[in-house]
């Protein structure tokens, strides 16, 4: 299958993250993946919601939202539709996976993602990059004295995969989103455990066989993203 972009079908789109890019969050980075662009921020405060007051234990949550002019037509500001909660919930859910939230007992982290422009992918784009805002917002706290070690366990990253025209294909634009006959976003630790997997036949049910070669390319595209997250943070890919 010719893909419009002209990417091979275990292909990533190109990928850019600009770390610390707003100069008062505790970390904070703009991910680009093609053409989706989202801004990554993290924010530390003394604080656990009611349902931890009394557990010795942090917390880590997220936000997810687009803004008006991020796709084609414009989206009314402060909106939150179930697809919103959704994702948000999500991006919480994988970050604490691979954390350990007794190492910051008494401090919450609010990892918020402000969709610029979508096309395609916003959610795993939110995960990639929300981690390295993540990690920078640990080791503010360490410098600071907050935490005496990272709760971090590994890196983790997302990513889509679909079936279009009949081809499994790595990491869908919008335009083959929108005629992806299954659509599967796949987040994955370093150490290649599953953290979540949201799949849908679309347009007809999938095959084991197609699952696991779907499963095969979205390994492929987060080991690359992980390499590339390793090189934005600064460390020594192994």
Request: net charge negative; charged share 30%.
């Amino acid at each position: 299958m010719e893909r419009r972009d002209k990417r091979k079908e275990d292909e990533l789109r190109p990928v850019k993250i600009e770390k610390d890019y707003l100069k008062d969050s505790e970390g904070s980075c703009l991910i680009k993946v093609g053409k989706t662009k989202i801004i990554c921020s993290a924010t530390v405060e003394e604080r656990v919601p009611y349902f931890l007051r009394n557990e010795k234990t942090g917390w880590i949550t997220a936000t997810y939202n687009m803004l008006p002019r991020s796709s084609h037509e414009r989206i009314p500001r402060e909106k939150t539709s179930g697809r919103t909660y959704e994702i948000q919930r999500l991006i919480g859910r994988t970050l604490r996976s691979i954390s350990n939230l007794e190492g910051f007992s008494g401090f919450t982290i609010t990892v918020d993602c402000d969709v610029l422009q979508a096309d395609g992918g916003t959610r795993t784009a939110s995960i990639t990059g929300g981690y390295i805002a993540l990690y920078d917002a640990v080791q503010w706290m360490l410098q600071n004295g907050l935490i005496e070690y990272s709760p971090l366990r590994e890196f983790v990253a997302a990513v889509s995969v679909g079936i279009v025209n009949g081809v499994p294909i790595l990491d869908l634009t919008y335009k083959e989103d929108s005629i992806a006959e299954v659509d599967m976003s796949i987040a994955m630790t370093e150490s290649l455990g599953l953290v979540e997997i949201q799949g849908t036949g679309e347009k007809r049910p999938f095959t084991k066989d197609e699952f696991e070669i779907m499963l095969e390319l979205a390994t492929k595209g987060i080991k690359q993203l992980i390499e590339i997250q390793k090189q934005v943070l600064f460390l020594q890919i192994a």
